[in-house]
């Protein structure tokens, strides 16, 4: 449509810093999936040793570079960079995770925003399998900045996928099982295998896995495997619907990032 309107195919910018194998993973996925749908795509990658300063000159090229409609810096960052500084630096029309506090903001305010990649990917899976949300109780197991916050937030927005009530469980939580065993809808994102066993979870739940944990399997070539912070098989009979890992909540993200580039290179949130 926009190609056929004589503009240009939205472009994402992903910048990859260091060695981290997940985010190696990622990363691709996104560069990959751009391609098949017909999206420019740019990858920067820079050695762990790069400096703020040097990371900080990145990010200022990609806010003025008039080609690139919203870029990511992927996290987690070395430990000499300051990720907060980071998030802060990047324009907030540019900024297709939705980590900014600006994007964040108004997400809590329920204005137009970019809403972080994970969290639009799990709306998107309630509203595509018509899972009523309006009155049920959600247990998010998880924290985090990118999913169990906001998450939380777009749960208990008044919306089409949202009116829960929601509890939100972290590590200092004195019972997350006795929490989650009242869960009409869980939302799994504490990056531990199998955390969440058969008993923890109410027959008939709605489970939804965030987790991509690595475990030691001796009998693949790569020497290991990915599972999530659910014990799917256990648990799979009990619910009334679960995501896999892999190929649940991972491609969902993917597929809200580009979402995002493309209602920025439509000027959908920002003019
Ligand atoms: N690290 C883990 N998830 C994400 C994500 O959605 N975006 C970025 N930039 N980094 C991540």
Known sequence: MLLAQGRKAPHLAAVLIGENPASQVYVRNKVKSCKEVGFESTLIKRAASISEEGLLEIVGELNQNPQIDGFIVQLPLPKHIDETKVTLAIEPRKDVDGFHPMNFGRMAQGMPSYLPATPFGIVQM?????IPTAGKHAVVVGRSNIVGTPISILLSRKAKVGDCTVTLTHSRTKDIAAELRRADIIIAAIGQANFITADMVKPEAVVIDVGINRIEDVSVPKGYRLVGDVDFDAVAPKCSFITPVPGG???????????????????????
């Open 126 to 130: 309630l509203e595509r399998y018509n």
């Open 249 to 271: 909540v991972g491609p969902m993200t993917v597929t809200s990032l580009l979402m995002n580039t493309l209602k920025s290179a439509k000027g959908e949130i920002y003019g």
